[in-house]
């Protein structure tokens, strides 16, 4: 039976970076985002959901979604948020319980299950055994985010804010990692992680 263990953070914490050493470790990681990315693009219902929905202005003039327009809509607004979820959620979730099924059939012992908004779905928290938080204070959060995206410092705070609070999410989580130093320092943490886990820092199959 595989173990799995959910990744989360909030914007900017280096959620990806401790995927990928995961990844490195040759532990299968389920990507939320690329999922969510895959059910949007051009032809799919997940796009045509979308357009019916807000419209032509959150489409580009190739056809694709435009993320940006997307995003200044949904991000100021908890409502718009919550609409989107429900357009397109159960593609995310179908496509998520395929790739969980994938690697579950072919015995991996962990699979990580790399979800940016884990504790604010309810979909998401009874897939898993356990929480992984990727963790920097906010304030570091909020620097790294205007610096990383070319934000405004009130388009930050609005990303930031239209998710849990980091400090909550570490204290909820039952495993985090410090993610303010180097990506050096990750190495010895995840494996750590993985020898409570009872697992060997690189997957022996």
């Known amino acids: 039976m595989s173990y799995i263990l959910g990744l989360t953070g909030s914007i900017a914490t280096g959620k990806s970076?401790?995927?990928?050493?995961?990844k490195e470790k040759g532990y299968p990681v389920v990507d939320a985002d690329a999922i969510a990315h895959a059910i949007v693009a051009?032809?799919?219902?997940?796009?045509a959901r979308i357009k019916a929905?807000?419209?032509?202005?959150?489409?580009?003039?190739?056809g694709s979604l435009n993320r940006?327009?997307?995003?200044?809509?949904?991000?100021?607004?908890s409502t718009q948020r919550h609409r989107l979820d429900r357009l397109n959620g159960d593609l995310i979730r179908k496509g998520i319980q395929?790739?969980?099924?994938?690697?579950?059939?072919?015995?991996?012992?962990?699979i990580v299950l790399d979800i940016p908004l884990l504790y604010e779905s309810q979909h998401y928290l009874p897939m898993v055994d356990g929480v992984l938080v990727a963790?920097?204070?906010p304030a570091l959060e909020r620097q790294r985010l205007i610096e990383r995206d070319g934000l405004t410092p009130q388009a930050a705070d609005d990303r930031i804010a239209a998710q849990l609070p980091i400090e909550k999410k570490r204290a909820r989580a039952d495993f985090w990692t410090d993610n303010?130093?180097?990506?050096?320092?990750?190495y010895?943490?995840?494996d750590a992680i993985l020898k409570q886990l009872g697992l060997p820092s690189r997957n022996e199959e």
């Open 180 to 186: 303010r130093g180097a990506i050096t320092d990750l």
């Open 17 to 22: 970076t401790v995927a990928h050493i995961f």
């Open 98 to 110: 395929a790739a969980l099924d994938h690697y579950q059939q072919s015995n991996a012992p962990l």
């Open 188 to 190: 010895p943490q995840v």
């Open 42 to 47: 051009p032809g799919t219902e997940g796009l």
């Open 68 to 77: 940006r327009a997307l995003g200044h809509i949904v991000f100021q607004d």
């Open 135 to 137: 963790y920097v204070p």
């Open 53 to 62: 929905a807000y419209g032509d202005s959150v489409i580009n003039p190739d």
